[in-house]
């Protein structure tokens, strides 16, 4: 028991137990063997488990996503000005909008990226585990993924072998590679496959309308032409869609399209002649305004494949000139040094957490010991324990 001097003015005061630089040495001093017994267990302790646990290395790759064009963020900024984007996504103003990196990066992310990396390095064995779920966890506890503020990815990969954490780091951007075309990430391929349905529809949509004027021909005998100007027009219209077609990949200068166009100019010229020499017979001058209707449907289609397959040309013009490949700026490399664990810092951290530990331990046992003696006290610990017991 601590015995140190009291005046009595203190006590008359009700400060008995006020404590001073000297009464916290008394007490530390007096528990010297827990101060130094508790670090010292406390850091062997550390020591062994941080020697049996292995080493961990970071292997680190840096690439840029595709360069998005800028009209989609003034498409944004111009629905967001008119109030009509939140109707538009079903939601709150800017909701569900983020950049290209956070795209990119929410990839990276997903089941089907961890899968065909669980997959590609057989990272069963290497986890020794037979479910997925867990694989994907132990993936993911890994793999860190970020942007920087350069607009690049950084994606780091800390494992216990150095060789695969590098392997692992550059397998996630080669998947991703794989599946950029696939998912057609970039603004240009969703151009690109907006377009090529359009020219679909409006195809299909041109042929419903010549079979629709061919099919009135037939049954009304409206407008009769001979078989030989009806095959020069069957020929004229393939002539004109494999020249517009071949515009999608070749120039005016290509041979094949220079001798493709040759014969359109000769067939029109043949179907003119034909035509010169030819009868139109009207046989219901009541139904020409049907035919009419109808010849105004196939112009209006004609008008709507001629302009989707230009948009097609334009669309597949941005998206060869556009950036769409991920470009990676550093490669993964096999790490010389270890990122953890940091054994000397963990020992001497565990130390110093025990010392002060030990620190309140000591003083908690010293106002133990002094409730102890003190009559009064010891009363009021009996009063406590008897509300403590259960009746």
Do not use: C
Not at 43 to 66: C, E, G, K, L
Request: hydrophobic share 40%; net charge positive.
């Amino acid at each position: 028991m601590l015995k140190s001097e009291i005046p009595e003015e203190q006590k008359e005061t009700g400060k008995e137990f006020e404590i001073n630089l000297l009464d916290v040495a008394i007490v530390l001093t007096k528990h010297i063997k827990l101060l130094v017994l508790l670090p010292f267990i406390t850091a062997v302790i550390a020591f062994f488990v941080t020697y049996r646990s292995p080493n961990i290395y970071t292997a680190d790759t840096t690439f840029m996503p595709p360069k998005q064009a800028s009209s989609v963020a003034s498409m944004v900024s111009s629905l967001i000005s008119l109030g009509s984007l939140s109707v538009m996504l079903g939601g709150g103003v800017g909701g569900g909008i983020g950049s290209p990196n956070d795209t990119y990066i929410a990839v990276l992310k997903s089941r089907t990226i961890q899968d065909e990396m669980i997959d590609r390095f057989k990272l069963f064995d290497v986890y020794n585990t037979k479910s997925k779920e867990t694989a994907r966890k132990a993936l993911s506890a890994q793999t860190t993924v970020k942007s920087t503020k350069e607009g690049m990815i950084t994606l780091q990969v800390t494992d216990t072998s150095p060789k695969r954490a590098a392997l692992l780091a550059n397998g996630y951007v080669e998947v991703l590679l794989k599946k950029n075309n696939d998912l057609a990430l970039s603004e240009a391929s969703q151009k690109r496959l907006a377009a090529e349905q359009s020219f679909l529809e409006a195809k299909n949509q041109l042929a419903d309308a010549e079979s629709t004027v061919k099919q009135l021909q037939e049954n009304t005998g409206l407008i009769t032409v001979g078989p030989q100007i009806a095959a020069l027009q069957t020929l004229i219209k393939t002539t004109e869609r494999q020249l517009a077609e071949m515009s999608l990949y070749s120039t005016a200068n290509n041979p094949d399209y220079i001798k493709t166009r040759q014969k359109l100019d000769n067939l029109q010229s043949e179907i003119g002649k034909a035509q010169a020499g030819s009868k139109y017979v009207s046989k219901a001058p009541e139904r020409i305004l049907d035919f009419t209707r109808k010849t105004r449907d196939l112009k209006y289609a004609e008008a709507l494949y001629q302009l989707a397959l230009q948009q097609l040309t334009m669309a597949r013009v941005n998206e060869s000139n556009a950036s769409l490949t991920i470009q990676v700026i550093d490669r993964a490399v096999v790490p010389e040094q270890k990122s953890g664990p940091f054994r000397s810092n963990t020992i001497l951290l565990a130390a110093i957490i025990s010392l002060f530990i030990g620190v309140i331990i000591a003083f908690i046992l010293e106002a133990y010991q002094r409730v102890q003696t003190n009559g009064k006290s010891v009363a009021q610990l009996k009063t406590i324990k008897s509300y403590l017991r259960w009746k």
